[in-house]
Structure formats: structure tokens, C-alpha cells
T-cell receptor, first 121, second 109 residues
Framework: GAVVSQHPSWVICKSGTSVKIECRSLDFQATTMFWYRQFPKQSLMLMATSNEGSKATYEQGVEKDKFLINHASLTLSTLTVTSAHPEDSSFYIC?????????????????FGPGTRLTVL | DAKTTQPTSMDCAEGRAANLPCNHSTISGNEYVYWYRQIHSQGPQYIIHGLKNNETNEMASLIITEDRKSSTLILPHATLRDTAVYYCIVNTNAGKSTFGDGTTLTVKP
């Protein structure tokens, strides 16, 4: 299957600093990527949909000025957590949607990155 | 996207079949059923998906009821490495995935 990588896999930063997380599709081009956040013992929460060459679409309650998303190429989307605070500590996961051929028709499949663990002190 | 309901947790003996149910009574005609699993501290992994026919791949089988209001993921011979949180998601083929709470499957020796 398609491979999605994330960098870094973990990061520790001081409160007030900004952190950039990269999401790359390694062997395919992704016009659409998704960013999720997961707190301990909770499910994944969709933050935003990242579209190559256009502005991201944010879910309700997600601050677009705090979580900056850039999808400048078909293989790279970045999430920048600006002015991070301890409550932003979480597991951030990206995914890419790929169109695959299956039987008589094509279908879309999501491939997820391994996640980035952010700890804000 | 249609809402799904899954049991919070299930246990299964190693080597036995694990049957994970999912209710999606409000599914619409163009929505697919997808199953993913997440092993601790990793990104979710795609397992299988289907529209209305039963599906099987190297990982699992998916049984969808005729009215499409529920489905069951079957792991035919569970191993300890299958211990994970299993998510059932319904959405359109081009839609975003909204995760519910999933089922924590614990495979025991």
C-alpha cells in the first residue's frame, strides 16, 4: 500500500514556541490530506482537510490561525502549531486519500502516517 | 457522515475468530463501510471496506447485512498482534473519515 511519513515522530517544545509537523506521501501524489489530533485514551478528531494549492478547510472549533496548514505540493502538507501551549500536547496524525482501482470501479482509500507526539512544557 | 455504534471492548482467545460488530442504521445509499485499526501510539491502518457485498482480503472479512444497517468485521484467526482499537466508519467514497470511539479488542493467550 501507499506510504505516508511524518516528521518529526516526537517533539518537545517550550510554551509559546511554534512547531512544524511535516506529512509526506512517499510513493504517490495526494491532492487531499487530512490532519487529525488524538488525546490520550480518546479517538481521532479531524482538524482540517488540506487541499493542494488551496486553503485548508477547518472543522468547527479548530482555530485556523493557531493551526496553520500548508499544502504546497502534491507530496507534502505541513501543520504548524503556533504559540503552542501545554493543552496543545497531543498525538497529531495525517492521512492521504488515494484513488485505487478495484474491480469494475475505483475507490478511495486513506493511508495514515505514523503520527507525531507533541509535548509542550 | 452516518454515525456508527460499536461495543467499547471485546476479548478474544488467540487462534479463534474475532467478530467485531458495528451498527450504522442511518447509512445512506452512497456510503461505504470502512474498517481501520490502531495499535497503541501508531497511526490507523486500513483493514477492509465494502458497499453492500461481503468482502474478504488477506487481513479480514467484512459481512454487511442486506439492509446495510450493520456489519461485522471478522478476523479469522486472531493473534496477539491483532490487539488494537478497531474503528468502523461510514462515509462516501470521496469523503473524510470521522472516527467514533471504536472497539478495543484484546486477544488473550
Amino acid at each position: 500500500g501507499a506510504v505516508v511519513s511524518q516528521h518529526p515522530s516526537w517533539v518537545i517544545c517550550k510554551s509559546g514556541t511554534s512547531v512544524k509537523i511535516e506529512c509526506r506521501s512517499l510513493d504517490f501524489q495526494a491532492t487531499t490530506m487530512f490532519w487529525y489530533r488524538q488525546f490520550p485514551k480518546q479517538s481521532l478528531m479531524l482538524m482540517a482537510t488540506s487541499n493542494e494549492g488551496s486553503k485548508a478547510t477547518y472543522e468547527q472549533g479548530v482555530e485556523k490561525d493557531k493551526f496553520l496548514i500548508n499544502h504546497a505540493s502534491l507530496t507534502l502538507s505541513t501543520l504548524t502549531v503556533t504559540s503552542a501551549h501545554p493543552e496543545d500536547s497531543s498525538f497529531y496524525i495525517c492521512s492521504s486519500r488515494v484513488s485505487l482501482a478495484g474491480g469494475l470501479s475505483s475507490y478511495n482509500e486513506q493511508f495514515f502516517g505514523p503520527g507525531t507526539r507533541l509535548t509542550v512544557l | 457522515d452516518a454515525k456508527t455504534t460499536q461495543p467499547t471492548s471485546m476479548d478474544c482467545a488467540e487462534g479463534r475468530a474475532a467478530n467485531l460488530p458495528c451498527n450504522h442504521s442511518t447509512i445512506s445509499g452512497n456510503e461505504y463501510v470502512y474498517w481501520y485499526r490502531q495499535i497503541h501510539s501508531q497511526g490507523p491502518q486500513y483493514i477492509i471496506h465494502g458497499l453492500k457485498n461481503n468482502e474478504t482480503n488477506e487481513m479480514a472479512s467484512l459481512i454487511i447485512t442486506e439492509d446495510r444497517k450493520s456489519s461485522t468485521l471478522i478476523l479469522p484467526h486472531a493473534t496477539l498482534r491483532d490487539t488494537a482499537v478497531y474503528y468502523c466508519i461510514v462515509n462516501t467514497n470521496a469523503g473524510k473519515s470521522t472516527f467514533g470511539d471504536g472497539t478495543t479488542l484484546t486477544v488473550k493467550p
